[in-house]
């Protein structure tokens, strides 16, 4: 494994330390429905032996009609320069509707990618699978996993295709103590026909509320992918800070 990789468990391990101890439930009642919605805006910029910039930007929307029912719909977009010149393109959009029933989920996922840093101009993928959540309540504390089985379409920069099932594990944590919250999302995703065929990735987050919808927030993102186009790299890593903002009705 790349040395990114244990870099980015450091967060998740944290997280389900914190979490460990909580107890409430998910109190949602029954014949209501929740829309929840968090956008961030996140950045970076260095200039003198590198000149960079970066700009990042997350937006999460997410329905939920009573007990049982979710649709999660999210688009995370990068754009950022080094000494004059594109690195940085990425654009990812997907919804993954759920049914869920005490601590059991079943999902569907439909996605679409594309990315200059991967040398990737198109992907889409399809997929279903089971899920647990170990613990979930209406603060937003959460520990689940997922297991889902995607087919996915790449089209790459120098002209492959490559159509592949993979197997889609997805660890998710989430604590919120008093004005701090604290996110984690990691995935490993290897080919059911060849597993040194891979990606993993991790996204992990922290935000100091300003206001009960305002907030300062840093962002930690790593991705890798065994199979890439020429003249690109497998794994890259991400540091910014931001603001988000977040609404509940």
């Not at 604290?182 to 993993?200: D, E, I, W």
């Amino acid at each position: 494994m790349p040395q990114g990789f244990y870099y980015s468990l450091l967060p998740v391990l944290f997280l389900l330390c914190l979490t460990a101890p909580a107890r409430a439930q998910n109190q949602q009642q029954p014949d209501t429905t929740l829309i929840l919605y968090n956008g961030q805006l996140t950045g970076a910029y260095s200039r003198g032996g590198v000149n960079r910039t970066l700009l990042s930007t997350t937006q999460a929307l997410t329905f939920t009609r009573g007990q049982h029912l979710g649709l999660p719909l999210n688009l995370n977009f990068a754009f950022g320069r080094q000494d004059g010149r594109l690195r940085e393109r990425e654009l990812l959009l997907n919804a993954t509707p759920y049914y869920y029933k005490d601590r059991f989920r079943a999902y569907a996922l439909g996605g679409y990618e594309q990315s200059n840093l991967r040398g990737i101009t198109r992907r889409v993928q399809v997929g279903a699978g089971p899920g647990w959540a170990f613990y979930s309540d209406t603060l937003g504390r959460e520990v689940s996993v997922s297991n889902l089985v995607i087919r996915e379409q790449t089209n790459f920069l120098d002209g492959r295709t490559v159509v592949t099932a993979r197997n889609s594990v997805r660890l998710k944590v989430a604590y919120t103590f008093r004005i701090l919250t604290f996110g984690s999302t990691t995935f490993y995703q290897p080919s059911l026909a060849n597993f040194g065929n891979y990606r993993f990735s991790n996204l992990s987050t922290a935000a100091l509320k300003l206001t009960n919808a305002l907030a300062v927030t840093f962002s930690y993102h790593y991705t890798y992918e065994s199979q890439f186009s020429e003249g690109k790299v497998p794994g890259n890593t991400n540091m910014t800070v931001g603001f988000s903002y977040a609404t509940k009705r």
